[in-house]
Every structure is written in C-alpha cells, then in structure tokens.
C-alpha cells in the first residue's frame, strides 16, 4: 500500500489524498511522496520538541502544499503558494473545519517559501516551513532540528526518485504556459 494511505485517519485527510491524486493524475508519484516526506518529517520534529500539532490540518496542508503546480494558466492568480491556499479551504469547508483551522492551514501552505521562522503563525506553519527545506536540502535536516540518519530511513521508506525531475517537469510546463514571469511566483513568497 502507498505509504500516503498508511497516514489517512479522518475523511478530510482522505478527500485531501484523493483531490492530490486527481491533481497528479498518478498515485504514489514523486510529488505525493515529496507530501508524504514532508508530513513525516514535520510531524517528527514535533514529537522529539513536544509541541502541539493539529494532525489533521498538518496532513491537509502537506498534500496540498504544492498543488497549485498543477493547476493551468487560468486557474492560477498568484504566487503558486497562495493559489494553493484554495485547496485547503475546500477541504476545510466540505468537513466542517472552524475558520481558523481552515486559516491555519492555508497559512501553512502558503507561508511554506518564508525565509524566516513562522512560529507566530501556528506550529504547523513553521514545522511544514522546515520540513520542506529538508526535503530541498537535506544537508540542512540537523540545523532544522532533525538528524541525517532519520532521513535516510524515511527515503528508504519513501523513496526520492524523481522527485526533482517531477518539480523541473512542472516549472517548466508553467514557464512555456505563462513565460519566464511566472518564476519569482514559483520560487518566492507572494
Ligand atoms: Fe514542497
């Protein structure tokens, strides 16, 4: 079974899977186990601090946290981080989220690019924050509160394999679709 179906608790988290997988037109793809790193890793860092995490709005926010990537030209208004946010406010509306789980969420898909820490947003925006730079830079896992050798046993798990060919096949797609303007809205926060 896909390591993604192994986390689902909740039908939310289940829908979200779901919608990523219509979005990929694949699953178990390089980008849903990218999701599933950075759930992984995220979840990891809390548990070794002991802070508080909502699971459920964490798991949403990683499957989604790179969607907007697979939505066309005319689906997309902003930087890729902030079109995704519509995701988790269709997820959160559909199951009865409160507004400000369905805010923490679409922070934490949002605020993931941020250059700097993003405690004051909610655990999980700061915990996705850094598990996502993991994934882009491993070599940064010990600085971001986690060990190398924990990574190695996560990739084992979930491989990495075409991981970069996947995002580069994607950038690209959204580069000949809109021209080269569309790159600081990919790689920079709004
Ligand atoms: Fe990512």
């Known amino acids: 079974m896909p390591a993604a179906d192994d986390l689902i608790q909740t039908p939310a988290e289940q829908a979200a899977l779901t919608r990523l997988r219509e979005l990929a037109g694949t699953t178990d793809g390089p980008m849903e186990r990218h999701c599933v790193?950075?759930?992984?890793?995220?979840?990891?860092?809390?548990?070794?601090?002991q802070l508080d995490i909502d699971r459920e709005v964490l798991l949403v926010a990683?499957?989604?946290?790179?969607?907007a990537l697979y939505l066309d030209g005319t689906q997309r208004h902003a930087a890729y981080v902030t079109d995704s946010r519509v995701f988790a406010?269709?997820?959160?509306e559909a199951h009865g989220w409160d507004a400000a789980r369905i805010t923490r969420c679409a922070d934490t898909i949002e605020r993931h690019h941020e250059p700097t820490p993003?405690?004051?947003?909610?655990n999980e925006v700061e915990l996705l924050r850094r598990a996502d730079l993991m994934e882009l830079v491993p070599p940064s896992a010990p600085l971001v509160g986690l060990d190398l050798?924990?990574?190695r046993g996560l990739w084992r798990r979930?491989?990495?394999k075409g991981l970069y060919g996947h995002i580069a096949m994607l950038v690209?797609?959204?580069?000949r679709r809109a021209g080269p303007g569309v790159l600081p809205g990919i790689f920079l926060p709004r």
């Open 172 to 175: 690209t797609a959204d580069v």
């Open 62 to 67: 990683a499957f989604f946290h790179d969607a």
């Open 118 to 122: 993003q405690w004051s947003y909610g």
């Open 149 to 151: 050798g924990f990574l």
């Open 37 to 49: 790193r950075c759930f992984t890793l995220a979840e990891e860092v809390a548990r070794r601090k």
């Open 89 to 92: 406010t269709e997820i959160g």
């Open 158 to 160: 979930v491989p990495r």
